[in-house]
């Protein structure tokens, strides 16, 4: 299984940003897709869900109405898009999945930086 989280970066605060993550080595549709992210000095959150066919939606509270995760299948991927961005949105962020045998797989990350 690999996870390739891309899309991070600078931005400024308000400002949108959309992360990709591109998934292989399992039956991506099959399974639920989260985003987490982990502020420095801070432990990782779950940011956002979305089960197989994207039938459940789940947002942490401090991103809702302002982040939205979905999924395409055909290409294996999995989107956070951003907006309104804040400062406190600043974390590396990361994908993550749990196979059909309960093992846990993480992507690399991608660094988010909310800055004026």
């Known amino acids: 299984v690999q996870l390739v989280e891309s899309g991070g970066g600078l931005v400024q605060p308000g400002g949108s940003l959309r992360l990709s993550c591109t998934a292989s080595?399992?039956?991506?549709?099959?399974?639920?897709m989260s985003w987490y992210r982990q502020a420095p000095g801070k432990g990782r959150e779950l940011v956002a869900a979305?089960?197989?066919?994207?039938?459940?939606?789940n947002y942490a509270d401090s991103v809702k109405g302002r982040f939205t995760i979905s999924r395409d299948d055909a290409k294996k991927t999995v989107y956070l898009q951003m907006g309104s961005l804040k400062p406190e949105d600043t974390a590396v962020y990361y994908c993550?999945?749990?196979?059909?045998?309960?093992?846990?797989?993480w992507g690399q990350g991608t660094q988010v930086t909310v800055s004026s």
């Open positions: 993550y999945v749990v196979d059909g045998f309960r093992r846990a797989y």
């Open positions: 979305i089960t197989s066919a994207g039938g459940t939606i």
């Open positions: 080595g399992f039956t991506f549709s099959s399974y639920a």
